[in-house]
């Protein structure tokens, strides 16, 4: 199975900042990733898929990037709605597996 | 408008079953792969099984494996988990989540708002 490591488990930032979650996979799963973004109490939405594809209405400040085992997740700007959890998930093949998850707080 | 909405969760003591289901609207389900996936509370996401839009096609996650069971009724429009011998390591939210079909990989573009599964004596 294709481990997924997600860092930092928690980030604070304040509005206006610009801040970046990594996501290493265990072997290289040929840009077959995707990040979401989980607010409390509701079901997680699909931001970027593909690694870099924004999916329809995610605004443009949100960006993914990297390659072979290596991707990050880059917010521009941060807004209140930001503030969320995010996961980075291999979308390569079954079993698919998940990033543990990042918090990302107001500080 | 796409909707995903799950049922069936509750309250079940361990070595029980329960099943759940997901009622799916606003898209033509009978084309579209779907899938379990659950978090527990305070913590990440773990899938937990895919069928395809046909049902020729079924996964499990090694966890679940051997006790549970998806399944879909494309006239209905719905989704099904059959789950037993469930344990307290079950306890869970559990979302139904479409698969995309952007791109022909493994990415979740739909999901409900969850049905909350409890294991406990």
């Known amino acids: 199975d294709i481990q997924m490591t997600q860092s930092p488990a928690s980030l604070s930032a304040s509005l206006g900042e610009t801040v970046t979650i990594e996501c290493l996979a265990s072997?290289?799963?040929?840009?077959?990733l995707a990040w979401y973004q989980q607010k409390p109490g509701k079901s997680p939405q699909l931001l970027i898929y593909?690694?870099?594809s924004l999916h329809t209405g995610v605004p443009s400040r949100f960006s993914g990037s990297g390659s072979g085992t290596q991707y990050s997740l880059k917010i521009n700007s941060l807004q209140p709605e930001d503030f969320a959890s995010y996961y980075c998930q291999n979308g390569l093949s079954a079993p698919l597996t998940f990033g543990s998850g990042t918090k990302l707080e107001i500080k | 408008e796409v909707q995903l909405v799950e049922s069936g969760g509750g309250l079940v003591q361990p070595g029980r079953s329960l099943k759940l289901s997901c009622v799916a609207s606003g898209f033509t389900f009978s084309n579209y792969g779907m899938n379990w996936i659950r978090q527990a509370p305070g913590k990440g996401l773990e899938w937990v099984a895919y069928i395809s839009s046909g049902s020729s096609y079924i996964y499990y996650a090694e966890t679940v494996k051997g006790r549970f069971t998806i399944s879909r009724d494309n006239a209905k429009n719905t989704l099904y988990l059959q789950m037993t011998s469930l344990r307290s390591e079950d306890t869970a939210l559990y979302y139904c989540?479409?698969?995309?079909?952007?791109?022909?990989?493994?990415?979740?573009?739909?999901w409900g708002p969850g049905t909350m599964v409890t294991v406990s004596s």
């Open positions: 989540a479409r698969l995309t079909t952007v791109v022909s990989y493994w990415y979740f573009d739909f």
């Open positions: 593909d690694a870099s």
């Open positions: 072997e290289d799963i040929y840009d077959i």
